[in-house]
């Protein structure tokens, strides 16, 4: 063994670094998932092929479904209207 590369205390070792990247991806993949399912789920109900198609092709991790479900799907919640009231004729 070469005498460089016997001890290096700041060295991660492949499988401890490996043992924290493993949990974090799956995570955000999971995360992925869910909120493209979510985005396509909106854009397939509002009528939006176009959304539903570049939400399906284009993997982004969750930033295209995060920006289509702020900021351009159709059914916001909206203030709530008063319910029109009919006058009673006398």
Do not use: C
């Amino acid at each position: 063994m070469r005498p460089y590369m016997m001890y290096n205390p700041w060295m991660i070792t492949p499988p401890a670094f490996l043992a924290f990247l493993i949990p974090f991806f799956a995570t955000l993949a999971i995360l992925d998932l869910v909120v493209r399912g979510y985005a396509l789920w909106k854009a397939g109900r509002n009528n939006q092929p176009y959304w539903f198609v570049a939400l399906l092709i284009f993997n982004t991790m969750g930033i295209l479904p995060v920006i289509y479900i702020l900021f351009f799907r159709k059914d916001r919640v909206a203030s709530p209207k008063k319910p029109e009231t009919r006058r009673k004729k006398k």
